[in-house]
């Protein structure tokens, strides 16, 4: 028999509304799932958007404070995709009310802020995850397993990227994104947070690391109203960006390994240019997310001249069968978000955690906090 089970979404930009059509989108691909959400509550602070949001997809009811959301009986378990600065006191609050949480990256402002989520989460006896959606990927899952089986040899050393040109456009709004007080970090918190992520999934534990930060576009125009996503406001009074538009960072891992992790904002010519190279002793993986269905791999016993060869993963590969029959048929984005609601709501029906959970927010969080220590000192930062 399948239980019903009551979730409410806490803010409701483009990232909210992601989560919700990834709780819709369950029963479709995992009908054996025990579990079924059911759209109880959405909240957020801008008149009127809660209110469409519900009427659009089906929430019993709206409000624009999320404090409802924790006081309401009918939900156990929430998103939180507010704005970072929100993270903390609102996953807190859910966990100690009882509520499951699926909260976004990089939960809060700082790594202190993501231990006080997962301690809140832990010290309740509730399910915690993590909006780390590119791990989900069937081809980095598949990859990973690749690299922990040896068939590339001893991992030597690799390289992440993440370019984005979101907001290159120097009259994108100065948004709660580009400040510290809301946003936090800025690159360091939105794209190379999954970096950090990206590198530990498939590498291991990170040791030490120095890192370099530059912001590239130091004004933005402030705008007249509410924004969602990445808006622009030309012609408004202008305001100084107070975070970074770029990272680039030198990793030393446990393992012995080298790595390269890079992100930025404003890279014009770069439309989600994410993805990874991973190299050792006896062959190489690598992965872009733009390609997100496949994986070049070589292998072998040439060392020089040896060829690389592209892996188009099927059902045999993470979640694909759930979504696709047969290998080389695309899967999405929002497809990855799905997986990440499954592994939520499998772990609340279960008791045990699947996916990326709290611990990986807090680990992904410290390396974030060393970069930027590594950028203003101008030295290597252990972990």
Not at 276 to 285: K, L, N, Q
Not at 307 to 328: D, I, K, L
Request: aromatic share 8%; glycine share 12%.
């Amino acid at each position: 028999m399948v239980e019903e089970l009551g979730v409410a979404v806490v803010g409701f930009g483009w990232m909210g509304r992601v989560h919700t059509q990834a709780y819709v989108r369950l029963p479709h691909h995992y009908p054996r799932l025990p579990l079924r959400p059911r759209l109880v509550t959405v909240a957020d602070e801008v008149p009127g958007r809660a209110e469409e949001a519900a009427e659009r997809y089906g929430f019993a009811a709206a409000t624009r404070d999320w404090r409802e959301v924790a006081a309401d009986p009918r939900v156990r378990a929430v998103s939180v995709t507010a704005p970072n600065f929100l993270h903390r006191e609102i996953g807190v609050a859910m966990a100690g009310a009882g509520k499951h949480v699926w909260i976004e990256k990089p939960v809060g402002l700082t790594a202190e802020d993501a231990r006080a989520v997962a301690d809140a989460v832990g010290g309740a006896g509730v399910q915690g995850a993590v909006g780390f959606n590119y791990r989900n990927a069937p081809a980095v899952e598949a990859a990973r397993e690749l690299i922990a089986a040896g068939e590339i040899g001893t991992v030597t050393h690799a390289r992440i990227r993440l370019f984005s040109d979101y907001a290159a456009d120097p009259d994108s709004a100065l948004t709660w994104r580009y400040e510290r007080r809301r946003g936090g970090r800025g690159v360091l918190g939105d794209l190379a947070s999954h970096g950090a992520d990206l590198a530990r999934f498939l590498l291991g534990e990170i040791a030490a690391l120095t890192a370099d930060t530059a912001v590239f576009v130091p004004e933005r125009a402030r705008p007249a109203g509410a924004t969602a996503g990445h808006a622009r406001a030309a012609g408004g009074a202008r305001g100084p960006v107070e975070n970074e538009d770029y990272v680039g960072a030198l990793l030393r891992f446990a393992s012995g390994a080298r790595g390269v992790l890079e992100a930025c904002r404003v890279s014009v010519g770069e439309q989600n240019g994410y993805g990874f190279e991973v190299h050792g002793t006896r062959g190489a993986v690598s992965w872009d997310f733009r390609r997100m269905n496949e994986f070049a791999v070589g292998r072998g016993t040439s060392y020089q001249d040896q060829p690389m060869s592209t892996v188009h993963v099927g059902p045999g590969a993470g979640e694909f069968a759930a979504f696709q029959p047969g290998a080389a048929n695309a899967m999405g984005y929002d497809d990855l978000k799905v997986i990440e609601a499954y592994r939520f709501v499998r772990s609340i029906a279960e008791g045990t955690p699947y996916g990326a959970t709290l611990a990986d927010a807090v680990r992904a969080a410290a390396v974030l906090d060393a970069m930027a220590q590594s950028a203003e000192s101008g030295t290597w930062v252990r972990l």
